[in-house]
């Protein structure tokens, strides 16, 4: 008598294209009306982010503001090659690459020291204050920023050198010692930015469970002790997105700063491809040039993002997706 | 969780919605119902109140070179595009011009600082206006040569002044400012400049309190500033403010100035050259270093802004230095409270040539240009009439008897404006439509934007009285693939030539060694090629003259 | 935390760094109103320092008085109100379906809206799509093409990740819907998220000037930054022609009256946001 009784497990079909597409099918279904609370943002991805895109191609053409984008007669890899081929190429690759990775390494721990610190003030007046005081500075323009430094890092009269004095030493020109640049950059970007921030992670910590904080008292933690235990690792998921997205953004360093604080004397470690890009602008709009360089920058930036994004996943951490 | 919670929040956002909805169409409504989509000036505008239309001109408007007035058979509207931070819809200018010529001006004004880029977008967008400047000349004529904006020449026979004043006394704008083919296609501006705007300026009343006369040439210049610094040791006699321009700014002095620089013709010579590389340039370098190394020099001149060096120059810090004339008035005008004798005088020229820049008398690098359209006739012959006597005099004067009248100088004195305390163009364009950049196409001299203060007017003097001008080099014509070729060659020149040109002045270990490794560096970035081009343009240019 | 605590050397440590990071911001802006409020000789020597010399107020008259003045206040509180608004409401929407772990597509949706954030074309195709949509010299021009910030979206998705899933899952066997579950539930829990993104989209709006000025024509409808900066007649350029030196001219404490007068109201809202950030807002929420 056959075994009748022998349940069959059912054999592992490899997935038909079919079935891929009915079980696409179930998701969209049970997922119906998350999709259509996303339909508002799609739609404006697709009208406001990807239907600008075509203007990428102005990389490729020979750009005429009067023919248009579409009209401009092709020309393949021209730009790309001419900038690749520009005798400073290596030295502004290695110049935006330094500062940008330099800047990143120090100045994100400083949003998170200050939100840190700024959580553990019990004077509600202070805290309140210092928050504001904290990011005020980003309403100023890089112009006026940069007309500060270049005031107090002054080697005759600014403040700087007259604490240094005062101290026994000599005065230094900060400004064109290839050396300080970066230094002086970065300061002043951790200056600049801290405070605004710092907003993210405030809003982070103020999410933790406070039985979090109980269960550590319970276990005789000391302040310090629940900031490594507690605090941190529960905003540990904010401080990676960020970590990630900072990271794709590293080497997109805008012109005006760094052409406001370099100078001749400092080009040599200062001049990035904005910078670049921007004075062979002065002698005439080339903007398939800009464009041409621009691209270049994406791919890099997007390949860093993908990589930070994979290795945070790979060591356990969250990702962007 | 109830239904009404959600209901509640429904609510909420539709009201907010209406609500804010609302308020933004009334903040639009108020704008003078002007919420068609295409905003951008085009002539279809249906919404005009019907002109009357314009009869035989009763009046006498003065010398129109020719053209007849009004201008058009039946009103025209004719918009463009200029850079100002005033709206100047009914201002008196506007007006006349209707009146006078049939067309009304529609200018759309842009703030200064954004013009450039609004420019971009709205030529991108396919909205031109009918007359507008400001792109670069190579991409204007690539514009025109694909019919976008008309050949100015092409009309010359139904616009007698530009006929006369450009192609009859200066045809050599057609081959400097024109395309391969002889077409004109930027508007060229008759006289605007003045002699003299730039140049050595130093504290009299310093000099005349210690008894030091001013400099006549190179040696004194170097005497003067140690004999100051002799007196002030805390201080450096001369500080500036343009950075690496100072460079360039001095090389007039040393016969190797251009508006091309680094690049500069050697009339000598008869060709173009590298400034950076000759001796002449090594001679400047050299003084340079010199008054740097004797702490003449301000240490920071690389550095310095405008705010720091106006602070140097205004607290006896620094005593020389070299910057725009105007600077003698104004900042006499910001301290006199604080110190009532200081005094700014323009010196002379510091360099063996002892010149200083020569301004061109006509530039059309404005760019100015008329759309290829249905106005086009109408756009040019306003163009025509400003730059006919009449036209220029409205736009730079006024109207006798209705805005401005002479007084016992034979200069235009303004009544309604009586109360401000500088009458400048600024307030002419903003209380009149006077002098919009771009429509001054002939300045009248009499107008209060040549009216030269006391120090002005010593400068102009000193200058003039023995014609210490540097030729003007001439004004070269690229083609398209030329331009591009030199922007790449000259940005790493020039970029290459201002480092070597600091580090010269300012380490002492520079000398004649790394002179020669930078001569050997520029043949390696490409020098040659770049005078190649220049070169052949100047045969161009000469073979067309 | 709750009981009082000593006042320890953690928190005196704690007290002065951060009183130094105060002062480091603050200096700067005192430095900048004091000329503001100084006269011109003054300033011009530089001997303005933390306090005015020659104490007046004409810069900010000479401000306040243009009647462009109030009308492009009044056009930034609108367009900062409304543009927020929709920056915030258009966030949410995006945050939430793609915070839930099982979402449809979701790491390809992820991936194509984050690679948005490095391509930039440029503000010219930008321009012909807001052209083509009919919103130029509109205060939509202002508030829709920049409706969704990626970096906010990637940051809000990042909290309402946090424990959206075990509520999701609670409040469906309940039997709720989506919509409830995201307007009812998450949003009054996400208040800290949700006031740090409002706060930087507020901030955005308040500083925004170069989007105005090539998306407006009529001059009615500048805003604050805008008209601001009109009035410096400030010029950058470094050509030949006199005018443009003469353009040059605006005084230092004039540029500087415009600084602080566009400060001001920023100054007031973030006492007013941070109260959101308090903490345990997030109570029991957990519990299951």
Known sequence: MPDTNIVSLPVKEKPTFKSKMARLGKRIVRDRQLLIIFLPCLLFYLLFRYGPLYGLIIAFKDYSVFRGIVDSPWVGFEYFEKFFNAPEFWQLFRNTFLLGFLTLVFSFPAPILLALLLNEVRISWFKKGVQTASYLPTFLSVVIISSMIIDFLSPTNGIVNNILNSLGFASKYFLIDPDWFRPIYIISEIWTNAGYESIVYLAAIAGISPTLYEAAKVDGASRFKMIFSVTLPSILPTVLIMLILKTGNMITIGYEKVLLLYNTMTYEVADVFSTFVYRKGLLANDYSYGAAVGLFEAFVAMALLLISNYVSKRMGGNGLW | MSKNMTQKWVGTLLSCTMLVTLAAACSSNSNGGNNTVNNNGTTNAGSNAPIASPAAPAVDYGDTGGLTLPLVDKPTEITWMVSSDFNVDNTLVVKELEERTGIKVKFQTVPSSQYKDKLSVTLASGDLPDIFYGLPINDLKEIGQEGGVVAINDYADMLPNFSKLYLEENPWIISSYGDESGKLFSWPVYELNRDVNHGFMYRKDILDANGIQPWTDTDSFYSVLKQLKEIYPDSYPYASKTGVGVFRDWAYGWGVGSYEYPVFYNEGAGEWQLASTTAEHKAQLDFMKKLYNEGLMDPEFITDTADSWSSKMTTDRSFVTWDWIGRLDLFYGQVKDANPSYDLRYGLPVGPTGNIRTLPKVDANFALAVANNKNSEASLKLLDYLTSISGSQLISLGVEGVNFEWDENGKPVYPELADRDVIDIFALSEKYGMWLESTYLRPDKRSVYFNYTEREQEAQDLINSEQRFEALDPVLNFTADEVSEIVDIKTSIQTAAEEFNTKYVLDASYGDVQWNEWIARTESLGVAKLLEIYNAAQARYDAAQ | ?288
């Open chain 3, 1 to 288: 935390m709750v009981g009082q605590r000593k006042f320890g050397l953690f928190d005196l440590f704690n007290t002065i760094v951060l009183a130094l990071v105060a002062c480091a911001t603050i200096i700067p802006l005192i430095y900048i109103a004091a000329i503001s409020l100084s006269d011109t000789a003054s300033v011009t020597q530089g001997k303005v320092w933390l306090w005015p010399k020659g104490l007046n107020f004409n810069a900010y008259s000479q401000v306040l008085n243009d009647i462009k003045i109030p009308r492009a206040y009044l056009n930034t509180i609108m367009y900062t109100a409304l543009g927020t608004f929709i920056n915030v409401f258009m966030t949410c929407l995006a945050a939430y379906p793609l915070s839930q772990r099982e979402f449809v597509g979701r790491k390809y949706w992820m991936f194509l809206i984050v690679i948005t954030m490095f391509l930039n074309p440029g503000i010219i195709p930008n321009y012909l799509i807001v052209k083509e949509l009919g919103m130029i010299d509109s205060v939509w021009a202002l508030v829709i093409p920049n409706a969704i910030w990626t970096f906010q979206l990637i940051i809000l998705k990042s909290f309402f990740e946090g424990s959206s899933s075990a509520i999701r899952e609670a409040a469906k066997v309940d039997g709720a819907s989506d919509y409830r579950i995201l307007f009812n539930i998450m949003l009054p829990l996400s208040k800290p998220a949700l006031a740090s993104i409002a706060l930087f989209y507020f901030i955005g709006h308040w500083n925004s000037y170069f989007l105005p000025m090539i998306y407006l024509n009529t001059d009615t409808l500048y805003p604050l930054q805008v008209v601001l900066r009109q009035m410096l007649v400030f010029s950058e350029g470094s050509g030949s022609s006199a005018i443009v030196e003469a353009a040059a001219l605006a005084p230092q404490a004039k540029k500087n009256a415009t600084i602080v007068l566009a400060m001001i109201p920023v100054l007031l809202v973030y006492p007013f946001a941070q109260k959101y950030f308090a903490k345990g807002v997030m109570l029991g929420s957990e519990k299951g």
